[in-house]
C-alpha cells in the first residue's frame, strides 16, 4: 500500500520535474491522489513585486499547479479552462502550501477549490478552477 | 508632449525593474498610461509547463502585471484582490502581448480586462481584475 | 436579407419565450446573432433588493440570458459552466442593456463578454463566461 | 441563548423580507450567525429555463443571497463587488439549498464560499464571493 503510493508520488514527481516554469518557480509535490494535491513553494526573492510581497502571479501559479496535479492524477491530460483567484492576505516570508480539492467530475469537465495557506496556517488566497478532460494518457 | 511620456514611461519602467517576479518571468513594459498598459513576454522554455505549453500561471502572471501597470498608473497603490482568467488557446512560441484596459473606478475599487494576444494576433486568454486603491504613493 | 433577419429574431424570441425564468425577469431579446446578444430588462420594483438596488442576481441573469441568446444561436445547446461577474455601479431605475460578445470558440468550448449598462450608457456590471458546447440541436 | 437567536433571525428575516428579489424568486432564511448563512429555495416553474433545468441567474441569485446574509450578519451594510459561479450539475426539481461561509474578513472587504446542493446532497454549483463592507448600519 505505501509501496504503492511511493511510486505514484515518484511518477507524478517525475511529470512535474519536466514542468519547467514549476521547477523554475521553485514548487514541490508533497502529496496527491486521484482529485487531491499539496504543493508546497518557498518564498525566494524572485517571487517579490516591487513593493516586497509574492506577486499574484506566483501565487496563481502555485494554486494552478496543485490543480493540475489534482486533476492529471488520474492518468489522462486535463487543461486548466477558467480560473478565479481572490487574494486575503499577502505573502512576505516562510513556505506557502497549496491545497487542491475536487468539487466535481464528470467525462468532460472537472472542478477544484484551491486554499493557499502561509507559515502561521492563514489563507492567503481561494482559487477555484476548472478543467477539460481530455482523452490523451499523461505521459 | 512626447517627452513626458517618455518620462513617465521611465518611471514605470524603474518601478517594474523592482519587481522580481516581472524581471524574473521576463516581462517588458512597452507602454502605459492611467488605466492603461501594454506587456510583452518572449516565451522562454523555463514558462512552459510538462506538455510543452506556456503555463497557465506565466500567462496570468503576465495579466496581472498589464493590470497592475495600468492600475498604479495613477500614481498610488493598487492591490489586486480577484482576478479571473479563461484559457483559449495554447501559448507555444514567439511572444505574448497582454493589453489591460480599464472598465471602472471609483475611490477604493477599479476593474480591468485584459487580453492576451500571441504574434498571431489570436486570444489566448481573457482576464478580469478588480484592484483596491491604497492612499500611500506608489514611490 | 432582412427578413432573414427578422425570421431568426422570431425563432429566438421563440425560444426565449418557453424560458421561464426570463420571462419572470421581465428580459426582452433585441437583437441577437452568432456569437452576439442585446438583451434588455426594464427595472421593476420585483428586482430590488433591501437596500433599493437591483438585486445582483437579476443583473447575473440578465447578463446570462445574454451569454445563452449568443452561444445558443449556432442553433445547437450551450450551457454555462463558469462565470464571472465584477459590480461597478447600482443599477436603480429605468432599463438596463446587456450585450454578449464571442471571445473565442472551439469545438467544445466558447467564451464571452458581456457588459450591462444604464440608461446613462454606464458600464453597471462586467461578466466573462464560458459555455460547453453540446452537439445536440436547440429546438 | 436559543431565544436570543431566534430574535437573530427574526431581524434577519425582516431585512430579507423587504428584499423583493428574494421573495420574487421564494428563497428563504433557514440559518445564519456572523460570516454564515443557510438559504433554500424550492424550484418552482418560474426558475426554469427553456430547456427546462434551473435558469444560471436563479441559481446565482440563491448564492448571492446566502453571500448577502452572511456577509450582513455583522449589522453593517456589505455589498458584493465580484463573483464568480461553477456550474456542475443541473437543478431540476425539488429543494436547493445554498450554504455561505466566509474565507476571510478585514476592514474593507470579506471573501465567501457559497455550495449550492440538491435534494440527493449533490453539489450543483460552487460560487466565491467578494464583498466591499461599507460603514453604514443595515437598518
Redesign the interface.
Known sequence: MESKKSERLAQMRA??S?????S??GMELVDFHEGYAKITMNIR???????GT?????L???A??AL?AAANAYGT?S???????????AGTAGCLTAIAEE??I?H??A?Y?V?IYDDDED?IA?F?G?V?RKKQPLV
Not at 18 to 22: C, E, G, P, T
Open positions: 511529470v512535474l519536466k514542468d519547467n516554469f514549476v523554475y518557480c526573492k524572485e517571487h517579490l513585486n516591487f513593493f509574492v506577486h499574484g502571479g506566483a496563481f501559479s502555485l494552478d499547479t493540475g491530460l487543461v486548466a479552462i477558467a480560473c478565479n483567484i481572490q487574494f486575503m492576505k468539487t466535481s464528470n468532460s469537465l472542478t477549490l486554499h489563507e481561494t477555484q476548472m477539460y
